[in-house]
């Protein structure tokens, strides 16, 4: 297990291009999620957030602060979090976790106003629903329709 402080969430930044471009998924995770170089463009209300180690990208999600949260949560202080992706070479070793326990200071650093997040989950997605429950996510027992399957929705509430 790596040390839980050489893990960090950071703002997208040019640095971490190249790492996040040749990030790589096994066919069966690329239906859950969505590589970097898909969702490198990004729109108002989209924040890129990369999970880094020793400054090497090994993971990335975007954090909305869009229309679409209506979607997923009544809150209006609610962040939608998609596309969690840790790149193939680099899972394993607990970089999802170490990032998803850092996301409640993160968002108190640079979200201030902010104090929920809210995702979904592919109902077949059982390591991702391990993985958000490990770190404080909450089942909220509404079920969404996604284009493959039932999608669990979940909440972290940031205090």
Do not use: C
């Not at 590589?35 to 999600?61: C, M, S, W």
């Not at 929920?116 to 989950?121: D, I, N």
């Not at 077949?124 to 669990?152: C, M, W």
Request: net charge negative.
């Amino acid at each position: 297990m790596n040390n839980i402080n050489s893990v960090q969430l950071e703002h997208f930044d040019e640095k971490f291009l190249h790492d996040l471009e040749s990030f790589d998924l096994p066919q069966q995770q690329i239906q859950f999620s969505a590589l970097p170089k898909e969702i490198i463009n990004t729109t108002d209300g989209q924040y890129r957030i990369v999970i880094t180690h020793q400054e090497q990208a090994v993971g990335f999600f975007l954090l909305h602060t869009t229309e679409r949260v209506k979607d997923y949560s009544s809150n209006p202080n609610a962040l939608l979090l998609t596309a969690l992706t840790v790149d193939h070479k680099h899972q394993g070793m607990g970089f999802a976790k170490e990032g998803m326990l850092a996301l409640p200071h993160f968002i108190r650093d640079f979200f201030p106003n902010y104090n929920e997040v809210v995702l979904v989950v592919n109902e077949k997605n059982i390591p991702a629903q391990h993985l958000y429950k490990k770190v404080g996510f909450i089942d909220t027992g509404i079920r969404k329709t996604g284009s493959i399957g039932e999608q669990i929705l979940m909440s972290l509430l940031i205090n």
